[in-house]
C-alpha cells in the first residue's frame, strides 16, 4: 500500500489496505546483492488454502509479523480468509511453536447480516501487554466498520473488542488503526491512518489521523490529531519510543517526534522533492539503534526507488543511504530490526529473485552486508519484518509459498532461519519503584526478555515473572542489599546502570 498522502485521497484507506494484502511486490536492485549465504530458510508452517476460487482458508492467509510472548512460542494474524474475490475478508489469530505446530487461535468472521463487528482485516502483528494479553487492531471491521482494538488470552479464549474505531458523528478518535507498540508505562500506542478531525486536507477520509495511548484500566485516549498541514502531515505509519521517552514515528513525507508529557509534535526532517512532483514518502516506521539513532524506509514514487535513511533524536543528521532498488509495483517497505550482530534485518522481494531474501543491512552505510534467499518452497514474497528470537534465530512470515498437502495450495508461511548470530543479551533500561523492602514487588523495564533464566538484586536470587519481551516482574529476595539489578538470558548477563534501594522496615 502506498502511504502517499495525495494518493490516499483518491481511494479509501481501507482499500488500499486490501490492495497491499493482495498485492505481489517487487524490487530490482541497482547494486550486486552478496551471493546467498550458506544457510538456508526453513518452513515452520505453511498456510492451505483450497484451490478452488471464492473459497475460505481456514486458517488464513497471507499472515503478518510475529510476536514472541513470554511462553516463548510464536504469535501472529492473518490477514485474510476469503480468496477469489475483489473484496477479501475475514483473517485470524494463531500460534506457532518454535518446533512449528500451529494452533488456531481465533477466526474473525461476518455476523448472519455480514457485518465484521469482532473485526476484518487484522492491521499488523500482535502485541503482549503487561497484564498477560495479546492485543492487536483490524483495518476494517467495528461498529461502524473503521477498525478495532481487540485482546485475546494467548490460549484463544476471552477474545474482546476493547474498543471500536470512529465514534458516530465525528470519527474523532481515528479510523483504520495501523499499528501497536508496548511503552515505557505499560501502556499501549499506536496509531490511525484516517480519522480525528474532518480537516479540509483530509476530508475524504474523516481526518488526517491520530495518535492514541490504550490502558487497560482506563481505555483509549486519542493524543493527536494530524491536520495534514505542512506542520504536521498525515496518515502517520507506526510510532517507536526512544530510550528518551518521546514517540517518534512518520507520517507522509516527514519524521516527527512527539512528546508524551506535554503533547507536543515537531516535525524532525521533511524527505526532499524529486524532479518538483512527488515527494519522497516514509513508508516504514521507525526503529532505534543501539547506537542511538532512528533509522527507516522511504519510498520515492517518481523514481520508483527505494533506500534507507538515518535521522538523530534531536533532529540532527538526516542522512539518506544510497538507492538499493527499483520498485516494481505497490510495495510497503517493513520495520528494520537491530540484531545481535548489530546490522539492520529486514526482507525484500525483487524480480532476479522472485521468491525474495532476507537481508542484512549496515547501519553505517545501508549496504547489504548478508542475504538468504526464499525459493518458493520454505516461503515467497516476504512483506512483513523479521524478529531475533531469544535463541539468536531469525523468524518472520511471507505472504505466499510454502509446501502443503492434501490437494491444497500453499498461501504463506511461517519461517525460521539461523543465520549464525548470537542469542541476544537482555537491556536493563530501569525500574520501578527505585526502592523497597524485602518482599516488594519491582518492574523492570527494557529489552529481550524473553527467555530470562535469572534475576538478582546486588547478587542475590529473586522470583520472577517474565510479562513480555520489555517487562520483567520481580520480588526483592530475603537477604538483598542496596545494589544494581541484573538480568540474565542466554546472550548472558546485563547489570542496571542504576542501583536499587533496599529499605530496611
Known amino acids: 500500500m502506498q502511504n502517499s498522502f495525495a494518493l490516499k485521497q483518491a481511494q479509501p484507506a481501507a482499500s488500499g489496505l486490501r490492495n497491499r494484502a493482495l498485492a505481489f511486490a517487487a524490487l530490482l536492485f541497482i547494486a550486486t546483492l552478496p551471493a546467498a549465504q550458506a544457510q538456508t530458510i526453513t518452513q515452520l508452517f505453511s498456510f492451505p488454502c483450497p484451490v478452488q476460487q471464492f473459497s475460505t482458508c481456514p486458517q488464513g492467509y497471507a499472515p503478518n509479523a510475529l510476536l514472541q510472548a513470554s511462553d516463548g512460542n510464536f504469535y501472529g494474524a492473518a490477514q485474510l480468509t476469503t480468496i477469489g474475490t475483489s473484496e477479501p475478508h475475514g483473517g485470524t489469530l494463531f500460534k506457532v511453536t518454535p518446533a512449528g505446530k500451529f494452533t488456531l487461535l481465533f477466526t474473525f468472521a461476518a455476523d448472519a447480516p455480514g457485518h465484521y463487528l469482532n473485526g476484518d482485516n487484522p492491521a499488523t502483528g500482535l502485541v503482549e501487554a503487561n497484564d498477560g494479553f495479546l492485543y492487536g487492531t483490524t483495518f476494517e471491521g467495528g461498529t461502524t466498520n473503521n477498525g478495532v482494538l481487540f485482546r485475546i488470552g494467548k490460549g484463544g479464549k476471552s477474545f474482546s473488542v476493547v474498543h471500536s474505531f470512529c465514534a458516530p458523528g465525528d470519527c474523532s478518535d481515528g479510523s483504520s488503526p495501523q499499528s501497536l507498540i508496548l511503552g515505557h508505562d505499560g501502556n499501549l500506542y499506536g496509531v490511525t491512518l484516517a480519522g480525528g478531525s474532518n480537516d479540509v486536507a483530509c476530508e475524504a477520509l474523516s481526518g488526517c489521523g491520530t495518535i492514541f495511548q490504550f490502558s487497560p484500566a482506563a481505555g483509549l485516549t486519542t493524543l493527536f490529531r494530524f491536520d495534514g498541514s505542512s506542520a504536521q502531515g498525515g496518515s502517520p505509519v507506526g510510532l517507536t519510543q526512544g530510550d528518551d521517552g518521546n514517540f517518534y514515528g512518520t507520517a507522509g513525507g516527514e519524521v516527527f517526534r512527539f512528546t508524551p508529557s506535554g503533547l507536543s509534535f515537531k516535525v524532525l526532517a521533511r524527505f526532499p522533492q524529486v524532479d518538483g512532483v512527488l515527494p519522497t514518502n516514509a513508508d516504514s516506521g521507525l526503529t532505534q539503534s543501539t547506537n542511538g539513532k532512528l533509522y527507516g524506509g522511504v519510498l520515492t514514487y517518481s523514481l520508483n526507488q527505494a533506500q534507507f535513511y538515518e535521522i538523530n533524536p534531536s533532529g540532527t543528521g538526516f542522512h539518506e543511504f544510497p538507492a538499493i532498488g527499483k520498485l516494481a509495483v505497490d510495495f510497503r517497505i517493513s520495520n528494520l530490526i537491530e540484531g545481535s550482530d548489530g ?58 509459498g510454502g509446501v502443503v498437502g492434501g490437494g491444497e495450495q500453499p498461501s504463506g508461511t511461517v519461517w525460521t532461519l539461523d543465520a549464525g548470530l548470537a542469542a541476544p543479551a537482555s537491556l536493563v533500561a530501569g525500574f520501578n519503584p527505585a526502592s523497597g523492602v524485602n518482599g516488594a514487588r519491582v518492574l523492570i523495564r527494557g529489552n529481550h526478555f524473553i527467555g530470562t533464566t535469572a534475576v538478582t538484586f546486588n547478587g542475590v536470587s529473586a522470583t520472577f515473572r517474565v510479562l513480555n519481551k520489555n517487562f520483567i516482574s520481580a520480588t526483592v529476595p530475603s537477604g538483598a542489599t542496596s545494589g544494581t539489578i541484573a538480568v540474565t538470558n542466554a546472550g548472558g548477563t546485563t547489570v542496571s546502570a542504576e542501583s536499587f534501594t533496599v529499605l530496611i522496615p
Open 343 to 400: 546490522n539492520l534485518w529486514t526482507a525484500f522481494t525483487q524480480p532476479h529473485f522472485a521468491n525474495g531474501r532476507v537481508l542484512a543491512i549496515s547501519p553505517d552505510s545501508g549496504a547489504v552486508v548478508k542475504s538468504f534467499l526464499f525459493r518458493g518452497a520454505n516461503g515467497s514474497l516476504p512483506m512483513a519484518s523479521v524478529v531475533q528470537a531469544a535463541d539468536g534465530k531469525l523468524y518472520g512470515t511471507t505472504e505466499g
